[in-house]
């Protein structure tokens, strides 16, 4: 794994774009004829939701990667995204439960999207668990592939029996629909949070590259350490 | 074939013998059902209502003991890598035992059916079509659950592993299942039984394929 | 204009702080991690 700085480069540049898409999208956008102020969460909400489920599909290919062609590179990374996807999930619907209470008046409505990043949040929590109790690194990297593969194929499932559960109760439109939002703020924020989890994901696949390899690097003897003068 | 069948019979046999622990996994189940109705209230409307959802929680609880045992013995015996060696497919390896835990969750199910009748007032006419849900809802438990069993197994923390992978992944196959049987006790108006039982054997076909795919790389050494 | 809903003011605050606090603090441990984390070739 590389040692560049082009990662913190671009989460630096995700930063910044985030803060002008905020800045713009909560005092200079338009409000919303029926949703007033609260339409303003949309702009971090959406670009969160855009790249979770970004970040997850990254990390379904890492998987699918890791169990074809195998090396460390692409379980490291399969690590970060993991991690990083579980950040955003949790992001998701925390941001959701707070546009839902004053719009519906709950903390949570049940949502199809929203009930399915939930139940993708616990799915790859618990993939991350997995990863820690496992000790062999080559288990552990083929185990947490085929969790991830596993969980990912049931996206598509969990959505549509909850969209179906749902629909027998609730008719409210989803919050993702933005039509009457300004685009603007939208975009900068999704490209700023895209930035930022690019550069985030390759750091943290440093991380886990470093550990795997300290993992499995011979102890240096004490003797050696002390003459080289390494301690 | 013959793999396969084999991995079945060896695997219906050791169920057998150890049918003293599928007895405790039922009471589990049964105690669990009795729980549920002290969490709700003696409030017969409301207990009808939710049976189909008790039901298969309940299930699903028990699911867990029970295929958290399924590859006890092959651990515990150092059995699998003996199984490994053997010229049999891996995959035949895991049909049968995931077949094997089917059938067992079928009658853990059928099992608790009276159960809910007599403490939820749940009944239904429609028997065939009760356990054909029943059996489906049990192959998608087992899909994955078999997998994950074979994983877990392995390693500590086991027991809090299996479920905690197991429960998210199953929620459209729940879903369907607890959709379907309440639509047979309490009545299915609009006809929508046969789009979730659509959905319960999608969710089956699915994992019954990918994990039977995947289950040689999660046991190779 | 008045919209149906008023105000809310207090909730898109909330999540605006939630989600930097999120997003700052997940940058930061990542980066704080990875410069802990033992390198195997320093033998430290």
């Known amino acids: 794994m590389g040692n560049s700085r082009w990662p ?35 702009y971090v909400h959406v670009p969160t939701a855009w790249n979770a489920m970004l970040v997850l599909t990254f990390a379904f290919a890492c998987a699918v990667l890791s169990l ?7 379980d490291a990374r399969l690590e970060a995204a993991v991690e990083g996807g579980v950040v955003l999930s949790a992001l998701l619907c925390t941001q959701g439960s707070i546009w839902a209470r004053p719009t519906w008046g709950v903390w949570w409505d049940w949502d199809p999207r929203l009930t399915t990043t939930a139940v993708l949040l616990f799915a790859f929590a618990g993939i991350l668990a997995l990863r820690g109790f496992v000790d062999d690194p080559v288990k552990r990297a083929v185990w947490t592939a085929v969790a991830v593969v596993i969980a990912y194929v049931d996206v598509p499932l969990v959505y549509f029996s909850v969209r179906w559960w749902n629909s027998l109760h609730q008719l409210q439109s989803t919050p993702e629909t933005v039509s009457r939002a300004f685009h603007w703020p939208l975009r900068i924020n999704a490209f700023g949070v895209l930035f930022l989890m690019i550069g985030l994901v390759e750091l943290r696949a440093r991380l886990a590259w470093q550990r795997r390899a300290a993992e499995s690097a011979p102890p240096l003897p004490s003797g050696v350490a002390v003459a080289t003068g390494r301690l | ?79 699998l890598e003996g199984l490994l060696l053997l010229p049999a497919d891996p995959r035949a390896l895991y049909y049968g035992k995931a077949l094997a835990n089917v059938l067992q969750l079928t009658v853990l199910g059928v099992g608790l059916v009276p159960v809910i009748v007599v403490l939820y007032d749940a009944f239904t006419a429609r028997i065939p079509a009760l356990l054909a849900i029943i059996v489906l809802g049990a192959a998608g438990l087992s899909a994955p659950g078999t997998l994950y069993s074979a994983m877990t197994a392995q390693m500590r923390a086991r027991n809090t592993l299996l479920p905690l992978l197991l429960f998210p992944l199953v929620v459209p196959a729940l879903l369907a299942a607890v959709k379907s049987t309440s639509l047979l006790i309490l009545g299915d108006p609009m006809g929508q039984l ?25 046991v190779e050494d | 204009m008045r919209g149906v809903i008023e105000g809310g003011w207090e909730f898109v605050i909330a999540a605006y702080v939630i989600t930097a606090v999120v997003l700052l603090g997940y940058a930061f441990s990542v980066c704080w991690r990875l410069w802990k984390a033992p390198r195997h070739d320093a033998g430290r």
């Open chain 1, 8 to 42: 913190f480069v671009t989460a630096g540049l995700g930063l910044a774009l985030l803060v002008w898409g905020s800045v713009w999208g909560l005092f200079y956008a338009p409000r919303e004829v029926y949703m007033g102020d609260v339409q303003r969460i949309m």
């Open chain 1, 68 to 74: 074809l062609r195998g090396g460390w590179g692409w």
């Open chain 2, 1 to 79: 074939m013959s793999g396969f069948l084999a991995a079945l019979r060896k695997d219906l046999l050791l169920q057998w013998r150890t049918r003293a622990q599928f007895v405790a996994v039922f009471v589990f189940g049964a105690t669990a059902l009795l729980l549920f109705s002290f969490a709700i209230g003696p409030d017969a409307a409301a207990l009808r209502q939710h049976s189909a959802g008790f039901l298969w929680l309940g299930l699903l609880l028990s699911s867990t003991l029970a295929l958290a045992d399924s590859f006890e013995s092959e651990v515990q015996h150092r059995a």
């Open chain 2, 194 to 218: 046969t789009s979730w039982v659509a959905l319960l054997v999608a969710f089956d076909a699915v994992y019954w394929s990918l994990c039977g795919l995947v289950f040689e790389r999660v």
